[in-house]
């Protein structure tokens, strides 16, 4: 008897330790906890949220993490995201973002930095059918040393945001329960790391395009062209270092883009280095989670091969994230740039929603972060009656105004231009920045 005592005691003592171990090396957090989404068009929504959680719109809710919690993350990172059913029961796009924040300042600073670290699609979903729930995953150690640098940590808070555009104007007449409502999902966010022989204590981290706009018409940076180009140098060469692209296509409308695989090729430096076609699998696994009438596209299950003629994504299903290993990246200026040649936009209608960074892990300390460049401005109004105000950070040198067939109209170095005397149209604006980046817009005149 006594032998067998001594047997359970340490049986005992060995599971106390495993599950002690097993504590200590891995950890936990719920950034969100089944926070509402609401009317992406309405106006803000007035309805109370959790405590150190902050609603930016009705669309997206913004939360920082402690210090603590941020020492607790481990070697490795995880996302996984729960959007429930209220009351929209359509396909909508939804993401996951991180903001860097300079030290003590709101989440609205305009210095904040922001990256899409992961991007999913809502199903068909009824909130009257099981299951009402659909879940997304990320597997995202290679951003783990953002927690991780001591001068990320020394310069900026780090805050999830979570966001989800929807609307209810479908759910208020074809789902019981909707009518006259304006939730229409709700999220949780949990964050998941554990110990392994990664190691990863020094990071650099550049945004070059959060959910930017992407597209032949207004948002292209080579006119008529499917095309955006990112520019940044280094003063010293680097390794490990990578690019971290999304890119998803959408527009619904007849011979829409969200309904055509799209060739996609990625350059560096001028060098051909990839290239992909979205989606190309079967939605039959996620047809359980779209439980709307009307299905996941019909309610009979398609073949494979159906599936991969033409769709780009699936309702219920994550966005890829596309990570493009460079190796080594050498001192110097350098260029990335991404086209779709063969995208049409039927009725200039459509979009490729873009987001891209540029990221080193165990970098040299004496890379310079003021030297990676890239542009975030805005034009407006568009339709324009008589000034253009070119609204940007980066000092603008020129901008250059033709019309639809090539015939230059006129040249300005001011953000305010006056176009009152131009003939009504359609015309091409072609801006020039002084870090040497260029871009183009398509603006209407009335």
């Given at each position: 008897?006594?032998?067998?005592?001594?047997?359970?005691?340490?049986?005992?003592?060995?599971?106390?330790?495993?599950?002690?171990?097993?504590?200590?090396?891995?950890?936990?957090?719920?950034?969100?906890?089944?926070?509402?989404?609401?009317?992406?068009?309405?106006?803000?929504?007035s309805?109370?949220?959790?405590?150190?959680?902050?609603?930016?719109?009705?669309?997206?809710?913004?939360?920082?993490?402690?210090?603590?919690?941020?020492?607790?993350?481990?070697n490795?990172?995880?996302?996984?995201?729960?959007?429930?059913?209220?009351?929209?029961n359509?396909?909508?796009?939804?993401?996951?973002?991180?903001?860097l924040?300079?030290?003590?300042?709101?989440?609205?600073?305009?210095?904040?930095?922001?990256?899409?670290?992961?991007?999913?699609?809502?199903?068909?979903?009824?909130k009257?059918?099981?299951?009402?729930?659909?879940?997304?995953?990320?597997?995202?150690?290679?951003?783990?040393?953002?927690?991780?640098?001591?001068?990320?940590?020394?310069?900026?808070?780090?805050?999830?945001?979570?966001?989800?555009?929807?609307?209810?104007?479908?759910?208020?007449?074809?789902?019981?329960?909707?009518?006259?409502?304006?939730?229409?999902?709700?999220?949780?966010?949990?964050?998941?790391?554990?110990?392994?022989?990664?190691?990863?204590?020094?990071?650099?981290?550049?945004?070059?395009?959060?959910?930017?706009?992407?597209?032949?018409?207004?948002?292209?940076?080579?006119?008529?062209?499917?095309?955006k180009?990112?520019?940044?140098?280094?003063n010293?060469?680097?390794?490990?270092a990578?690019?971290?692209?999304?890119?998803?296509?959408?527009?619904?409308?007849?011979?829409?883009?969200?309904?055509?695989?799209?060739?996609?090729?990625?350059?560096?430096?001028?060098?051909f280095?990839?290239?992909?076609?979205?989606?190309?699998?079967?939605?039959e696994?996620?047809?359980?989670?779209?439980?709307?009438a009307n299905?996941?596209?019909?309610?009979?299950?398609?073949s494979?091969?159906?599936?991969k003629?033409?769709?780009?994504?699936?309702?219920?299903?994550?966005?890829?994230?596309?990570?493009?290993?460079l190796?080594?990246?050498?001192?110097?200026?350098?260029?990335?740039?991404?086209?779709?040649p063969?995208?049409?936009?039927y009725?200039?209608?459509?979009?490729?929603?873009?987001?891209l960074?540029?990221?080193?892990?165990?970098?040299?300390?004496?890379?310079?972060?003021?030297?990676?460049?890239?542009?975030?401005?805005?034009?407006?109004?568009?339709p324009?009656?008589?000034?253009?105000?070119?609204?940007?950070?980066?000092?603008?040198?020129?901008?250059?105004?033709?019309?639809?067939?090539?015939?230059?109209?006129?040249?300005?170095?001011?953000?305010?231009?006056?176009?009152?005397?131009?003939a009504?149209?359609?015309?091409?604006?072609?801006?020039?920045?002084?870090?040497?980046?260029?871009?183009?817009?398509k603006?209407?005149?009335?």
């Amino acid at each position: 008897m006594k032998n067998n005592t001594y047997f359970y005691c340490l049986l005992s003592f060995l599971f106390f330790c495993q599950l002690m171990f097993s504590q200590e090396n891995s950890y936990t957090l719920k950034v969100f906890d089944k926070v509402t989404f609401y009317d992406g068009y309405a106006s803000i929504s007035s309805a109370p949220v959790a405590e150190e959680v902050i609603r930016l719109d009705n669309s997206r809710y913004a939360k920082k993490i402690t210090d603590i919690q941020r020492q607790s993350i481990l070697n490795t990172l995880a996302i996984d995201v729960t959007i429930g059913a209220l009351c929209d029961n359509y396909d909508r796009i939804g993401g996951v973002f991180i903001s860097l924040v300079p030290k003590g300042e709101l989440i609205n600073s305009p210095d904040k930095q922001t990256i899409e670290i992961g991007r999913f699609i809502t199903p068909f979903m009824n909130k009257n059918k099981q299951p009402t729930e659909v879940p997304y995953h990320y597997d995202l150690t290679h951003l783990v040393g953002i927690f991780k640098d001591s001068e990320i940590k020394e310069l900026y808070d780090i805050w999830f945001e979570l966001n989800v555009f929807g609307v209810p104007y479908a759910a208020n007449t074809e789902v019981a329960g909707c009518a006259g409502r304006s939730d229409v999902f709700e999220g949780s966010l949990t964050l998941s790391s554990s110990s392994s022989d990664l190691n990863i204590t020094s990071f650099f981290i550049h945004p070059l395009a959060s959910r930017s706009d992407f597209n032949n018409y207004n948002a292209t940076d080579l006119t008529g062209t499917t095309t955006k180009i990112f520019e940044f140098s280094v003063n010293k060469s680097l390794k490990n270092a990578a690019f971290h692209l999304i890119t998803s296509n959408h527009g619904a409308n007849q011979n829409g883009e969200e309904y055509v695989r799209r060739t996609h090729n990625i350059y560096f430096d001028n060098n051909f280095i990839l290239t992909y076609k979205p989606g190309g699998k079967s939605c039959e696994p996620f047809r359980k989670y779209n439980t709307q009438a009307n299905g996941i596209y019909g309610s009979s299950t398609k073949s494979e091969a159906w599936w991969k003629d033409w769709n780009n994504w699936c309702p219920g299903d994550i966005i890829p994230n596309r990570i493009i290993e460079l190796n080594e990246v050498g001192e110097g200026q350098h260029q990335f740039k991404i086209t779709v040649p063969d995208a049409v936009f039927y009725g200039q209608d459509g979009n490729f929603p873009l987001s891209l960074f540029f990221y080193a892990r165990d970098y040299d300390k004496t890379l310079s972060v003021e030297n990676f460049n890239s542009i975030e401005y805005r034009i407006y109004p568009n339709p324009i009656s008589e000034f253009l105000i070119v609204d940007c950070a980066e000092q603008l040198s020129q901008a250059t105004l033709y019309d639809i067939t090539g015939n230059l109209i006129l040249t300005s170095h001011e953000t305010k231009i006056n176009l009152t005397s131009l003939a009504r149209g359609t015309y091409i604006v072609k801006l020039i920045f002084e870090n040497g980046i260029t871009s183009t817009e398509k603006i209407v005149k009335n």
